[in-house]
T-cell receptor, first 110, second 114 residues
Framework: GEDVEQSLFLSVREGDSSVINCTYT??????LYWYKQEPGAGLQLLTY?????DMKQDQRLTVLLNKKDKHLSLRIADTQTGDSAIYFC??????????FGAGTRLTVKP | DTAVSQTPKYLVTQMGNDKSIKCEQN?????MYWYKQDSKKFLKIMFS???????INETVPNRFSPKSPDKAHLNLHINSLELGDSAVYFC?????????????FGSGTQLSVL
C-alpha cells in the first residue's frame, strides 16, 4: 500500500539548523503537511505545501518539495531547545484523508 | 484553553464491552473527525462530520458509531470491543470540510482491550 516514511530520530545542537526528511509513495498526493507534537499535547499543524509548489518559507521554517522524487523536507533555522518535539510528515489527496509518517523525534542539545 | 479535548485519555477494558470516547472543540469549527492510529503510527480517518451531518465514513466495522449531538461535539461509541480495536484514537476539527482546511487534533485516547 501507499506509505509515508521518515527517520525516527534527529539530534542537533542549539543554534544549528535541523533538517527533517520525509518520503511518500502516493503520486496523487495534493497536500503535504508538517505537524509538531510536544509531550502530552496533540498534533499542531506547522505548515503545509501544495504539490504544485517546490518551496515554502515561514519565519524559521522552510519546506522543500521534490515532487519527482516524492521527497519532502522541513528545515528549522536557528534550532532552539523549545523545538524539541516529534515532527510528523503527512500527505493527503482530498485534504481530509491524511496519511501520516511515524514521526521524527528531534532532540536539541544546549 | 484546550482547543480540541477528548476524554478519557486512557481507557482499559475487557473484550465484549461497550465504551465511548468523547470529543469537544471550542474553536467554533464546523467539521469534526475521528482518526485511528495504527501500530505503525499511521493515522487513518474513520469518520467526518460537518455541521452534525456524516460526510465521510471509511470502511469501519458497524460496531463503531459516531454521534454528533451538536457541531462542537463528536463522540465515538464502540460496541462489543475486540482485541484489534486497541489503538490510539484521535479526534480533530477544522473550520470547514474543504481540501485545504487546517486540522486541529486532540491529544489522543489510548484504548487497550484485554
Amino acid at each position: 500500500g501507499e506509505d509515508v516514511e521518515q527517520s525516527l530520530f534527529l539530534s542537533v545542537r542549539e543554534g544549528d539548523s535541523s533538517v527533517i526528511n520525509c518520503t511518500y509513495t502516493d503520486s496523487s498526493s495534493t497536500y503535504l503537511y508538517w505537524y509538531k507534537q510536544e509531550p502530552g499535547a496533540g498534533l499542531q499543524l506547522l505548515t503545509y505545501i501544495f504539490s504544485n509548489m517546490d518551496m515554502k518559507q515561514d519565519q524559521r521554517l522552510t519546506v522543500l518539495l521534490n515532487k519527482k522524487d516524492k521527497h519532502l523536507s522541513l528545515r528549522i533555522a536557528d534550532t532552539q531547545t523549545g523545538d524539541s518535539a516529534i515532527y510528523f510528515c503527512a500527505e493527503s489527496i482530498r485534504g481530509d484523508d491524511m496519511r501520516f509518517g511515524a514521526g521524527t523525534r528531534l532532540t536539541v542539545k544546549p | 484553553d484546550t482547543a480540541v479535548s477528548q476524554t478519557p485519555k486512557y481507557l482499559v477494558t475487557q473484550m465484549g464491552n461497550d465504551k465511548s470516547i468523547k470529543c469537544e472543540q471550542n474553536l467554533g469549527h464546523d467539521t469534526m473527525y475521528w482518526y485511528k492510529q495504527d501500530s505503525k503510527k499511521f493515522l487513518k480517518i474513520m469518520f467526518s462530520y460537518n455541521n452534525k451531518e456524516l460526510i465521510i465514513n471509511e470502511t469501519v466495522p458497524n460496531r463503531f458509531s459516531p454521534k454528533s449531538p451538536d457541531k462542537a461535539h463528536l463522540n465515538l461509541h464502540i460496541n462489543s470491543l475486540e482485541l484489534g480495536d486497541s489503538a490510539v484514537y484521535f479526534c480533530a476539527s477544522s473550520q470547514d470540510s474543504g481540501v485545504n482546511e487546517k486540522l486541529f487534533f486532540g491529544s489522543g485516547t489510548q484504548l487497550s482491550v484485554l
